[in-house]
T-cell receptor, first 114, second 111 residues
Framework: ETGVTQTPRHLVMGMTNKKSLKCEQH?????MYWYKQSAKKPLELMFV???????ENNSVPSRFSPECPNSSHLFLHLHTLQPEDSALYLC?????????????FGQGTRLTVV | GENVEQHPSTLSVQEGDSAVIKCTYS??????FPWYKQELGKRPQLIID?????GEKKDQRIAVTLNKTAKHFSLHITETQPEDSAVYFC??????????FGTGTSLTVIP
């Protein structure tokens, strides 16, 4: 499979649950991102990883914990979430080669916190 | 991060008319200016981009113009079609690859 794939596509979790979102890119890119998309703040950057190293944490609460074991995989670990965390979580990747290039997005995980 | 604003937030046009969406940004060091289109229920996808050494770029019915002095760039869609209906995001980017997206513009093309 090519491109950026995210699993699961939909997730319903209670506030006391622990779950993880997975993202995998098959494009050979070296940078990966997590975005939160909600009606109030569309496409809000959460985390950036360059060459597996986290380079940006955009003031994200600690109940969101990213993990990047290699340049092709990115996880978002979730625990003790709040209802306001319900949103579409999008993963993206790009190639960093001295200048900016296109970001490719996955189809997202629709998260509902109950 | 970059402060990015888009105007208008919603736009309705008749099929065949033109649409223009403006994006303003705060950091004068930004050097890459892409526009993304997100159709309902789908992922955002790049439709056109421009770099800071170019003032305008066209690709068939879409074009992007850049005014670095005023720190804004615009998306122009001519001869709009119903399939152009979507949310459009700008993402002016600094020398790093941190894509901060604008607030989005919902475009509706009325047949």
């Amino acid at each position: 499979e090519t491109g950026v794939t995210q699993t699961p596509r939909h997730l319903v979790m209670g506030m006391t649950n622990k779950k993880s979102l997975k993202c995998e890119q098959h494009l050979g890119h070296n940078a990966m991102y997590w975005y939160k998309q909600s009606a109030k703040k569309p496409l809000e950057l959460m985390f950036v990883y360059n060459f597996k190293e986290q380079t940006e944490n955009n003031s994200v609460p600690s109940r969101f914990s990213p993990e990047c074991p290699n340049s092709s995989h990115l996880f978002l670990h979730l625990h003790t979430l709040q209802p306001e965390d319900s949103a579409l979580y999008l993963c993206a990747s790009s190639q960093v080669q001295g200048r900016n290039t296109e970001a490719f997005f996955g189809q997202g995980t629709r998260l509902t916190v109950v | 991060g970059e402060n990015v604003e888009q105007h208008p937030s919603t736009l309705s046009v008749q099929e065949g008319d033109s649409a223009v969406i403006k994006c303003t940004y705060s950091d004068s060091a930004s050097n890459y200016f892409p526009w993304y289109k997100q159709e309902l229920g789908k992922r955002p996808q790049l439709i056109i981009d421009i770099r800071s050494n170019v003032g305008e770029k066209k690709d068939q019915r879409i074009a992007v113009t850049l005014n670095k002095t005023a720190k804004h760039f615009s998306l122009h869609i001519t001869e709009t079609q119903p399939e152009d209906s979507a949310v459009y995001f700008c993402a002016p980017t600094l020398g790093t690859n941190q894509f901060y997206f604008g607030t989005g513009t919902s475009l509706t093309v009325i047949p």
